[in-house]
């Protein structure tokens, strides 16, 4: 099983739409989790962190579930500009030299479409 | 300010070379990394410097040397490039949880 597991995609989706995304981790003694965002050719950018709790920042909720080990991602109100790569993040925890190892998951693919 | 930068952007070589990429960042970050994603996107991890001293080097061919003179700068060298190196690489840094990626470096190798 690999460590972090996301279905690639794409996810084609209308303007305005909801779509939601999940992400599996093997290692149940994980610390944190991230969502990061990649534009075709660019790098990655943090998009959200994942609490327990779950949280919300605008049209994005994130939400952890460790007794399944997943996270997910909800868009809602999809825009033309949420079209990118999700990458979920998992973190395992520090080592070492205050080194965080973390592990990303392949990505989904997201193109909302007008 | 770019806070992570590389160079160069686009590098095209032939097989058996040896090229170097380079890496700065000029947030203060303590910890600094390279990646490697290939052509299925997938992004892996293939060095760790905290301070200027390796941490982590995950199962990468010893024809890829990292090099840290000082915590601002993570270089990149690799030896006799092979076609399977032809990828996106990608310097990040760190303090706490938060990745910060430089734009990448983009290889191809002939």
């Known amino acids: 099983r690999k460590e972090v597991e996301q279905d690639p995609g794409p996810f084609n989706v209308p303007e305005g739409a909801t779509v939601a995304f999940n992400c599996t981790y093997s290692n149940s003694a994980s610390q944190s989790f991230f969502w990061y965002r990649q534009d075709c050719r660019k790098e990655p950018k943090l998009l959200m962190s994942v609490y327990s709790s779950g949280n919300e920042d605008g049209r994005f909720t994130a939400q952890l579930n460790r007794a399944s080990q997943y996270i997910s991602l909800l868009i809602r109100d999809s825009k033309l500009s949420d079209s990118a790569t999700y990458l979920c993040v998992v973190n395992m925890g520090g080592l070492a030299g205050g080194y965080q190892k973390v592990t990303f998951g392949t990505g989904t693919k997201l193109q909302v479409i007008p | 300010d770019t806070a992570v930068s590389q160079t160069p952007k686009y590098l095209v070589t032939q097989m058996g070379n040896d090229k170097s990429i380079k890496c700065e960042q000029n947030?203060?970050?303590?910890?600094m990394y390279w990646y490697k994603q290939d052509s299925k996107k997938f992004l892996k991890i293939m060095f760790s410097y905290n301070n200027k001293e390796l941490i982590i080097n995950e199962t990468v061919p010893n024809r890829f040397s990292p090099k840290s003179p000082d915590k601002a700068h993570l270089n990149l060298h690799i030896n006799s490039l092979e076609l399977g190196d032809s990828a996106v690489y990608f310097c990040?840094?760190?303090?706490?949880?938060?990745?910060?990626f430089g734009p990448g470096t983009r290889l191809t190798v002939l």
């Open positions: 990040a840094s760190s303090h706490g949880n938060e990745q910060f």
């Open positions: 947030l203060g970050h303590d910890t």
